[in-house]
């Protein structure tokens, strides 16, 4: 009995039909693995550092007495939310990124005063690069009641910016009873 050495043509085509297919498989799992996980991580890091944000904001507009258009000469609009708590006025300011020319980067918030920024154990940042926020408040009789949020992180796919985690919040300042 002879026992051959080698291949014959058929198991050498069969060969060299399935490798292809096996390595465009496997190179789509690994593109999955070593580069849509990372960014899909990001995505929601971002979005929990936002999230965090918003509870602290809702918790500031839950006890706030007033939603004042202005303080010490600051004024409220796309860049800068007042609110008036018992205790202080709360200030949230967008802060850019130098590279962009919206307010998207940085959310601080700090105490003011009449005379001064407050720059004490209540001051916070939140770090959102690839975040958009906006707010608005909305008003009755000329007074603010409430202040809707927008948020959503961008994620460049293919030279594309998209939107992800889009959310649409609304906050009911503790006043709004009084109306």
């Known amino acids: 009995m002879n026992m051959r050495k080698g291949f014959n ?6 060969v060299i039909v399935m490798v292809p297919v096996a390595a465009v498989t496997l190179d789509r799992f690994f593109n999955t ?7 899909t991580s990001a995505v929601m890091q971002e979005n929990k550092i936002v999230l965090n944000l918003l509870r602290q904001m809702q918790k500031d507009i839950d006890g706030a007495k007033d939603l004042p258009e202005s303080f010490a000469g600051h004024t409220a609009g796309d860049e800068l939310l007042l609110i008036e708590r018992p205790d202080s006025i709360i200030c949230y300011q967008l802060k850019a990124c130098p590279e962009r020319s919206r307010g998207d980067g940085q959310v601080l918030r700090r105490r003011l005063t009449a005379t001064q920024d407050d720059s004490g154990e209540d001051a916070r940042v939140w770090s959102v690069p690839n975040a958009e926020i906006k707010w608005h ?5 000329g007074k603010g009641y409430a ?8 994620q460049k796919l293919r030279a594309k910016w998209q939107k992800k985690m889009a959310n649409s919040h609304l906050y009911f300042a503790g006043l709004f009873e009084k109306l």
């Open 33 to 39: 693995v070593l580069k849509d996980f990372p960014r």
């Open 137 to 141: 408040v909305w008003q009755k009789n």
């Open 9 to 14: 043509l058929v198991e050498m085509l069969v």
């Open 147 to 154: 202040v809707e949020v927008q948020t959503h992180v961008k």
